[in-house]
């Protein structure tokens, strides 16, 4: 979260949050150590967005060689006419900013090792392909096929999620889809296809090897989704991973249908997944791309009048993933998405009238700086032996395109001790926070403000704050109606 409460006047408990629970009573040194040695790092990345194109002229022999000559094609340097092509490119495909290219990526990857060199684990949430990426390609090969260009967006993925491994050998990589991977454009996709089958070759690869692989793939080939049990040292802990493009409002098939067969099958496979997990006692992160909830950027974009007649813009077309997740809140330790390339988090609030928890969900920063942030990625704190997140950091780097880029934190979750866990009870407090002060005049509100856009100190959600307050805690268009409209917004 980007609130870094009592930053000034808490570093004393600070220093104690580094072994235990901030403000617990003591326990001595031994439960200290305990506690220490029960926490581990992990690495959070979100729409890498790599191009290929950033270079046209590579471009074509990337297309004609295999993975493992792409950095050395890459290496080399810029054709004569790569900034004029790619200004071209830009142009034709009414791109409304630059994605992540070589050289970016590989600051980002030698960044993101000297922050986290003793990461257990990686999750990366969906985008990992260029924007406009079916024109770009179409620009480029003037003769191609559907099956060409497939496979192009295949060695595309193959190669992002190989050089994430390639930084990190040994640990393993969990990897979501998003609505631009796709063999057949943004926000389209089949389900069963042979294209999620050759993706999810290089996606359940960068598994544990204690993984159940060949179920992993068969489930990824039928909609891009998987479950498996997280590797040690998580403890009884088990990763489910959704492609909820098939739950976009947007979505269609390949051939253009607007059909949910697929998201309902998911829904009901993610509902057996959860009750296995609840049958024996296990605890459970949900991975996805698109967050549940509602889109507040469209939503006032479009100057959709919520107090009125209209519905609030949602990311996706059913409250369907939202009910599940809340209906078994006492499994799911936590939710992680992306899509918008903000900093944020959401809380998935409890179903009405129930006693049970409600969903902590964080929402993972951008590599790609297209949005106009600076790049960034993620560094968590997570207690093994709860599945808890602790703690992270967001660290940013020093210009958008890599080269000579320096990467720095830029702030922490917690710093304080009334923010030692990101959970849904401590997510409850701070939406209370939150709507108690509609100005923005607190410090956490404004440091929530200010850390929004990575790298960017704009205030870009300030004159919406009271509304957007309300999407962080109201998953639901009836839910977010209700809090606007209570509060005279």
């Not at 290929?52 to 004609?64: C, E, G, N």
């Not at 968590?380 to 320096?406: C, E, H, P, Q, W």
Request: aromatic letters at 8%; proline letters at 5%; one cysteine or more.
């Amino acid at each position: 979260m980007k609130t870094m409460l009592f930053r000034r006047g808490a570093i004393a408990c600070a220093v104690l949050a580094l072994s235990m629970l901030p403000c617990a009573s003591a326990g001595g040194q031994a439960r200290r150590s305990a506690a220490a040695q029960s926490t581990v790092s992990a690495l959070m990345l979100s729409d890498i967005h790599f191009d290929p194109f950033h270079d046209p002229a590579k471009t074509r022999r990337l297309a004609s060689a295999p993975v493992e000559e792409w950095n050395r094609i890459l290496e080399e340097p810029p054709s004569p006419d790569q900034a004029a092509a790619f200004t071209a490119l830009q142009e034709r495909c009414a791109a409304r900013g630059v994605d992540t290219p070589f050289a970016l990526l590989q600051s980002s990857l030698e960044a993101e090792h000297r922050a986290a060199p003793l990461a257990k684990f990686i999750t990366v949430s969906g985008d990992l392909v260029a924007h406009n990426f079916t024109c770009r390609y179409v620009q480029v090969f003037s003769r191609n096929t559907p099956s060409d260009y497939a496979a192009f967006v295949e060695k595309t993925i193959d190669y992002v999620i190989g050089e994430v491994r390639r930084t990190f050998p040994g640990v393993p990589v969990y990897v979501a889809l998003g609505n631009n991977d796709s063999n057949c454009g943004d926000n389209r996709l089949d389900g069963g296809s042979d294209f999620l089958a050759a993706v999810g070759k290089s996606v359940v690869a960068a598994l544990p090897e204690s993984a159940d692989r060949e179920k992993a793939l068969a489930d990824f080939t039928a909609s891009g989704s998987y479950s498996v049990m997280m590797a040690a040292p998580m403890r009884n802990t088990r990763l489910i991973v959704l492609d909820d493009l098939f739950m976009l409002t947007q979505y269609t098939t390949c051939g253009g249908k607007q059909d949910r067969t697929v998201a309902e099958e998911q829904i009901g496979w993610l509902r057996q997944q959860l009750a296995a997990a609840r049958l024996h006692k296990q605890r459970v992160w949900v991975m996805g791309h698109i967050p549940p909830g509602v889109d507040v950027y469209s939503t006032f974009a479009k100057m959709r009048n919520v107090c009125g007649s209209d519905a609030p813009a949602m990311f996706l077309a059913s409250d369907a993933l939202t009910d599940v997740l809340r209906e078994y809140a006492d499994v799911v330790r936590l939710g992680i998405f992306a899509h918008t390339h903000m900093d944020e988090l959401r809380l998935l609030e409890r179903q009405e009238g129930a006693k049970g928890p409600a969903v902590a969900i964080k929402m993972v920063s951008s590599i790609s700086p297209v949005n106009g942030n600076d790049p960034s990625f993620t560094v968590a704190r997570v207690d093994t032996a709860s599945a808890m997140l602790k703690d992270y950091a967001v660290f940013i780097a020093s210009n958008k395109t890599g080269v000579d880029a320096t990467w720095s934190k830029e702030y922490d979750y917690s710093q304080a001790c009334h923010r030692a866990v990101f959970s849904a009870p401590e997510l409850e407090k701070l939406m209370i926070e939150f709507k108690a002060d509609p100005d923005a005049k607190k410090e956490e509100s404004r440091e929530f403000i200010h850390y929004f856009v990575p790298g960017d100190t704009s205030s870009l959600i300030k004159p919406l704050w009271p509304q957007y307050v309300c999407a962080l805690g109201h998953a639901t268009a009836k839910g977010f109606a209700g809090c606007v409209c209570s509060a005279g917004h």
